[in-house]
């Protein structure tokens, strides 16, 4: 019987969707060694489903309120059940009480972390794959607790493994813009890009929203009223293939920002929400994108000159392509699933 794993991540248009696209590429790294893997959500939206599912995933629904001793009993119910090899849990619940729970279940536990959100760490091994990431964000942790930190883990999704060789070419002049701000977006910044782009002219834009956002409608009207070329992709399936065609990305300081540096993308990145802060931050400092700071303290104007400034600015493009491509090599996926196979 292949080995499983059961990944405690939820998703939801409140809570976005995140945590769950990340565990679904340390999922598929999972399958490509042989193995099989179940979610287990209490939150999450149908398109997620239909994604998981899609891409051979089973999914559970546990009803509870994430993170509770409930939570903890049901999730180590549900692994095993299937005889999970291990349990992966991505999420702010998850603190230091469930993570016990777990371990006092008799369970292996890989916890995947943003900002050391937890009091104490009692997980096997600690996922934080940000640029940030450092040893002494978990000085409260078990002696045996692993720490997996820094772009070298960072997960991504099994259709940007095949760009790993591919070559971007540079135009003097950056006219093809990605703006790609989450799945769910809940405080809107899309529209507000949207409304600071609408007076480019000779800009090509493709912006991409997840179907769990609320605003399709009303984001669709508004790029009708675009000066520039803009297009609405709802749930891309395509999104290496936007990557390489556009010239600059203005996107999240979250994980999508690694894709981005993988792809040799130059973006503008905004702070969509606090465990983003220390990322956006280092995202800067790092030379890998230019850091607006939180979204709601950017104006539109600010936005236009930020993105007209980089689309001529060749060098500093260049560099940030190099950059990224150096921090994010695209085997994160292969050393973790490794390294819990040979626990």
């Given at each position: ?174 006219r093809r813009v990605l703006v790609t701000l989450g799945g769910s977006d809940p405080d809107n910044v899309t529209s507000k890009v949207i409304a600071a782009l609408a007076p480019l002219h000779e800009a090509e ?139």
């Open positions: 019987m292949p080995d499983r794993l059961l990944i405690r991540a939820d998703g939801s248009a409140r809570t976005g969707t995140g945590h769950v696209m990340r565990c679904l590429a340390l999922a598929q790294g999972w399958q490509r060694t042989g193995g099989q893997v179940v979610f287990a959500q209490a939150e999450s939206t149908p398109k997620l489903v239909e994604r998981l599912n899609r891409d051979g995933m089973e999914v559970v629904q546990l009803h509870v309120a994430p993170g509770t001793p409930e939570d903890a009993a049901q999730t180590a119910e549900q692994a095993r059940s299937r005889a999970a090899s291990a349990i992966v849990a991505d999420g702010y619940a998850f603190g230091a009480a469930w993570q016990q729970r777990i371990k006092a279940a008799g369970f292996r536990l890989l916890l995947l972390d943003d900002y050391a959100h937890a009091e104490h760490y009692s997980a096997d091994w600690v996922l934080n794959q940000n640029l940030n990431a450092d040893a002494n964000l978990y000085v409260q942790r078990e002696p045996y607790t692993q720490l997996l930190l820094g772009t070298r883990y960072a997960q991504l999704r099994h259709e940007f493994l095949a760009w790993a060789k591919w070559q971007r070419g540079f135009p003097p002049v950056a834009i493709v912006v991409v929203v997840g179907g769990s956002n609320p605003r399709l409608a009303e984001l669709e009207a508004a790029g009708r009223t675009a000066q520039s070329t803009l297009r609405l992709v709802v749930d891309a399936t395509n999104m290496p293939e936007l990557m390489a065609w556009a010239d600059v990305a203005v996107a999240a300081a979250g994980t999508t920002s690694l894709e981005l540096a993988f792809m040799g993308l130059p973006a503008l990145t905004f702070v969509l929400a606090d465990n983003q802060r220390a990322s956006g931050e280092q995202l800067q400092t790092a030379g890998l994108a230019r850091n607006l700071g939180w979204h709601s303290d950017v104006s539109p104007d600010r936005i236009l000159d930020a993105l007209a400034e980089l689309q001529t600015d060749l060098p500093a493009r260049l560099e940030m392509s190099q950059r990224g491509r150096a921090a994010v090599d695209g085997a994160g996926t292969e050393r973790v699933a490794a390294i819990l196979r040979a626990n």
